[in-house]
């Protein structure tokens, strides 16, 4: 069964701000965190931010001041705005659910979605 679906990944340039959405599945919106992952050329899978049930946020050290995480309840969707985007940010970008355990470690998420892909030209 499809639980995540991540989508708005494309060509951005320099400087330029993106929204990717992940839509969830009742059970994976309910989790007690839902994630956002990357993973770059060449690199391993890393943790960008988290957002618990009750609404807590969490980021990833060298994403502070550049992204937000969200929930939508209407549209039961987890976005992750990114601004100042930089070369260095082009990866897959990962949605995932975790229904125990750390948030920002990615062996404890249960249900990925397929990833969507982010381009920063230089």
């Known amino acids: 069964q499809v639980q995540l679906a991540e989508s708005g990944g494309g060509l951005v340039q320099t400087g330029d701000s993106l929204t990717l959405s992940c839509a969830a599945s009742?059970?994976?919106?309910?989790?007690?965190?839902m994630g956002w992952f990357r993973q770059a050329p060449g690199k391993e899978r890393e943790f960008v931010a988290a957002i618990s049930w009750s609404g807590d946020v969490y980021y990833a050290d060298f994403v502070k001041g550049r992204v937000t995480i969200a929930k939508d309840h209407v549209k039961r969707t987890v976005s992750l705005e990114m601004n100042n985007l930089k070369p260095e940010d082009t990866a897959v970008y990962y949605c995932a659910a975790s229904y125990a355990g750390d948030y920002r470690v990615e062996v404890e998420y249960d249900d990925w979605g397929q990833g969507t892909q982010v381009t920063v030209s230089s």
């Open positions: 009742a059970r994976a919106y309910n989790s007690e965190h």
